[in-house]
Nanobody, 121 residues
């Protein structure tokens, strides 16, 4: 089970940190990803991180502004979002899978409920 939190309303240029807490004993063996879905658009990949945290993959629109990290002792993955832009407004979902590595949402078997991020201009 995945529980995302940390969304909210922020002005452009501001920052937010999203968290995704996972239940289970094998969190460190799961690839964790963040996706987002803006109103009227398809869900899109944001970033993923390997089980150890040693590998990350970012979507081009967020490179240099977003940072993913994980704390396996706390079964939690984080998404630090800096220099937010209005186009970052979306529902952000965390996802997990033991074998996935990539940008396609169909690769991930487990999904959280989503947290809303709104960036005002």
């Amino acid at each position: 089970q995945l529980q995302a939190s940390g969304g909210g309303l922020v002005q452009a240029g501001g920052s937010l940190r999203l968290s995704c807490a996972a239940s289970g004993r094998t969190f460190s063996s799961y690839v964790m990803g963040w996706f987002r879905q803006a109103p009227g658009k398809e869900r899109e990949f944001v970033v993923c991180i390997s089980g150890s945290g040693g590998y990350t993959l970012y979507a081009d629109p967020v490179k240099g502004r977003f940072t993913i990290s994980r704390d396996n002792a706390k079964n939690t993955v984080y998404l630090q979002m800096n220099n937010l832009k209005p186009e970052d407004t979306a529902v952000y979902y965390c996802a997990a899978d033991p074998t996935a590595w990539g940008t396609r949402d169909s690769l991930y078997d487990y999904w959280g409920q989503g947290t809303h991020v709104t960036v005002s201009s």
